[in-house]
């Protein structure tokens, strides 16, 4: 019997708060009406000093489970794409699962950049279809306003911190995750890169005194690749998924620029509101992009059960990518789980594990011999 992947949850999780256009050009030579021509933009959220891309994600990851009713002991994995990761490790999936008490997880960060959030989902369908999962989750989590040179008008009007997350469930019903198109092409690498802290230039005070900590950006170069690989990347999917343009309800995609949006439906013959566009609210979240507009199109009645979704992004890597989709909505579960007190148990849990380390790592001593 053929198994699907189908999406049976979503959250999201955005801080409250807002940096808009006119704040920004208090910081930067810029103003509202730049900003809004060029991108679209209005304004971005920014994380407190107690938000993290770890508690965005925990936060969206438990709206998403709450949605699908599941419980998180029966997550089998957590896959986190993020360009702004707690650390390089551990996985910043892995401060999740301990975070939302996800015991029999396996857990991973991807990074594709902007396109993550497609490349994960895929790689969660194809798990499952091949039997060897069923419940997966995915999350889009971003903080970067923390990788944000605040100095630099070619990047800092862009971006906003943000999450978004799905789960992933298996299912004998037809439907779900469709078909998936993933691309890449590194030698375009240098167009949009966090060149330092890596291991090919750790960090060090120069590294510093260069701005290598930082997003640097190609904004021209990235916004031709862009409108080149939209289109091209949405029919591609229409074609393995065996869509029509007129079965087609909505196209989620990446929300870096209207421009690029507008380009987008001017070369598919679509109109643009086939288009979830929301990027005025929250400028570009990098991968939260995708799961963030699929929750408020949710909201807003624009994706509905048994609709056909196309998902489409692009990024640093190069990456692109788009997924087709009939949505699903939640399985009809009972009874009811109760995952917010499950999480504060997980919290409990997780301080429990660390303290008893401790006193093994005293008691056993250096040696592990007593
Ligand atoms: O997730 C993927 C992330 N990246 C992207 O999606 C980026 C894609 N690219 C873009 O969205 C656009 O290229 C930008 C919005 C970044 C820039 O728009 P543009 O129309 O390509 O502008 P530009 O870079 O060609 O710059 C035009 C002018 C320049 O002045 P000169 O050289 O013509 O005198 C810039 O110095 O605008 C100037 N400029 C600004 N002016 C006011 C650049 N940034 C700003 C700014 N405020 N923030």
Redesign the pocket.
Known sequence: MAVYAHITGWGMSIPEKILTNHDISQIV???DE??RT??GIEQRRIASNTQTTASLATEAALKALRMANLHPSKVDLIIVSTSSPEHIFPATACIVQDQIGAVNAGAFDLSAA?TGFIYALNMAAQAIRSGSLQNVLVIGSETLSRIVNWED??TC??FGDGAGAFVIQASERPGGILSAVMRSDGSGGEL?TLPGGGSKYPTTRESITNGMHYIH?N??E??RF?TRVMAQATEEVMESSHLRKEEIDLIIP?Q??YR?IESAARNLKLPLNKFMINLSKYG?T?TASIPVATCEAIQEGRLKEGDNVIFVG??AGLTWGSLAVNWTGPFETKPEVHVWNYSNWARTRSFVRRLRRRIEGMIWGRNGDG
């Open positions: 030579d810029t103003n730049w900003i060029r991108t902007c008008r070619n009007i862009l949009l950006m904004g021209r990235v916004f862009a990446h870096a620029n690029i570009n990098s692009f990024g």
